[in-house]
Each structure stands twice: as C-alpha cells, then as structure tokens.
C-alpha cells in the first residue's frame, strides 16, 4: 500500500512539473489552435496543407504556432512577417529541418541543402562554389554547350518535322536541359533526343521528390523512424541506391580517362578538391554535389 502511494504521489509531482514546464514553455510562443495529447494540432492541418494554413492565419495572425505531433512548428504567412523573420533574423532561423527520407545514406550530412550555416563545411562548400564555380568566366565557357544543344534540338525537330513523326515536346526538352547540365558537370550527354534515359531519369527525380515532400510520421513522431510505418525509408534507399549508383559509374570513367583527357569541367575541379590540404572532398561529397547540381535545376524544369 505505501508503495502505491508513493509511486501515486510521484507521478501527480510529475505531471504537476511536466504542467508548469509547457505552460511556461508555450507562453512565450506565437498564438495557435488547440493542441491535444499525443497528436498536437494536426487534426487541423488538411491534404492540402497551404489551405489550411492560410485558414488558421486568418483565425490567429502571420505568425502562429503549431503542434504537429511531438514538433513544434512556428508558421510564418504574410510577406511582412517573412521579411523580418528571413532579413532581420535570418542567423536564428537559418536552419531547417531534416525531413527523414533525406537522412537515407547520410544525404543530410554532405549536401548545402540540409547542413547548417554554422557548420564549417557548409562554409567551406559555399566558399568553394562561389569562388570555382559561379564565376563570370566559367558562365561564358558554358555558353558555347549551352548554343550546341539548342542547335541539336532545332535539328532534331527538323528531321521530325520533314518526316512527319510525332514529336514529344515535353521529352525532348527536358533531355536538351538535363544534357545542357550533364555536359556542364561531367562533359557528356545522359541522354539522346529520342532515348527513353531521359524519361526514366526524369521519373526517378519525381520518385525522390514526391518521397521527400510527402507527409511522412516519422517527422512528426521521432519515435516512429526506426518501424518506417509508411515505407518511405525503403522506397528512399531504393531510389537514392539507384541516383549513387549512376553517378558512381560516372567517376569512375572519369578517374580511369583522367591522365588522358582532361576537360576541367566541374567534375574535373571537384576532383582536383580531393588532393587538396586546406579543404579536401571525399568522394562521397563529389557525388551529392553532382547529384544536387543536377538534379535540382531539373526539379524547378518539371514544376
């Protein structure tokens, strides 16, 4: 019996404090919708969840605070509230959350896109492009690729046109960018005008993209990760294995046609990185800079 009152008593203390904590917590927080046990606010948060945004904004202002499951999200919704948010405090709030399907293969450790300003690598990554790579002169040299694909296109819809052939305009162009880009990074088409690469690649990249923007549990329930209760840890692995896979077979080549032929294209530079003391790539980090350099621009294409 004293035992069972002095496990009752202890747990009345700790909930008391666990009490007392949030409220003090959540009094410093912006306004927002109720949240209960467990799930928070996401029973407010609809398929369509901009909308429902939108919605609640207009319930408890441009900057609310949401429960989504165990996270605590502050949501910003008027072009004021952004600017000073992403102006006047952009160091606080430069970080971002790692959604889980990017931690798949430590993606979120060797891309600019998920590591932190504050980190020295992402300093260094930053440093290395704007300095290699964004440069006015390396712009100009790609300008002649750039003409050379555009010609081809032009040719290709000729010859389709003389002969009467149906013509998949959304294929075509989206193989004279993906090769615009690919002969930037590696000096080589991915695919031909009328190849299906293009259209498979282009499927793969919606595969990653639709995984990583998809509501996952996991994000919001911690917990959860390790059961992968929706698949989308192992769909991820599928994809991403596949994305290594392609650009693992690229360097290779490279390495093995380097003493022979160089092209210093951004391969080559990145390369070249590795045997350097001051800020060394490994080549894992030559693949995910490859990956994001060709896959993002394609991303922005399809929408």
Do not use: P, R, V
């Given at each position: 019996m004293e035992y069972l009152t002095i496990t009752l008593w202890f747990s009345l203390v700790w909930a008391f404090l666990q009490v007392v904590i949030y409220a003090r917590f959540t009094s410093k927080l912006p306004p927002g919708p109720i949240s209960v046990p467990v799930i928070g606010s996401l029973f407010k948060v609809g398929s369509k969840t901009h909308e429902s945004l939108a919605e609640l904004a207009k319930t408890y202002g441009p900057l609310m605070t949401l429960q989504l499951g165990s996270v605590t999200t502050i949501v910003v919704s008027s072009a004021n509230m952004a600017k000073e948010v992403l102006q006047k405090h952009d160091q606080p709030f430069s970080a971002r959350t790692i959604p889980d399907a990017v931690r798949i293969l430590n993606h979120h450790k060797l891309s600019m896109a998920w590591l932190p300003s504050t980190d020295r690598e992402w300093r260094n990554l930053r440093k290395f492009f704007t300095s290699q790579m964004f440069t006015t002169q390396r712009l100009n040299d790609n300008e002649t690729v750039r003409l050379q694909k555009v010609k081809d296109l032009i040719g290709y819809l000729r010859e389709r046109s003389r002969s009467r052939r149906v013509i998949n305009i959304g294929q075509i162009v989206y193989s004279t960018i993906l090769n615009m880009i690919s002969n930037t990074?590696?000096?080589m088409d991915l695919a031909q005008l009328d190849s299906d690469f293009a259209h498979e690649f282009k499927a793969l990249v919606r595969d990653i993209m639709e995984e990583v923007g998809s509501s996952n549990l996991s994000d919001y329930f911690p917990l959860l990760r390790p059961f992968d209760p929706q698949g989308i840890r192992r769909r991820m692995t599928i994809n991403l294995g596949r994305m290594d896979k392609l650009f693992d077979t690229i360097i290779d080549k490279r390495l093995q046609s380097r003493q022979q032929n160089a092209t210093y294209d951004l391969l080559d530079v990145?390369?070249?990185?590795?045997?350097?003391?001051?800020?060394?790539?490994?080549?894992?980090?030559?693949?995910a800079l490859l990956e994001v350099c060709t896959v993002v621009p394609l991303i922005f294409i399809a929408w």
């Open positions: 990074m590696f000096s990145l390369l070249q990185q590795t045997q350097e003391n001051a800020f060394k790539l490994s080549h894992l980090d030559i693949k």
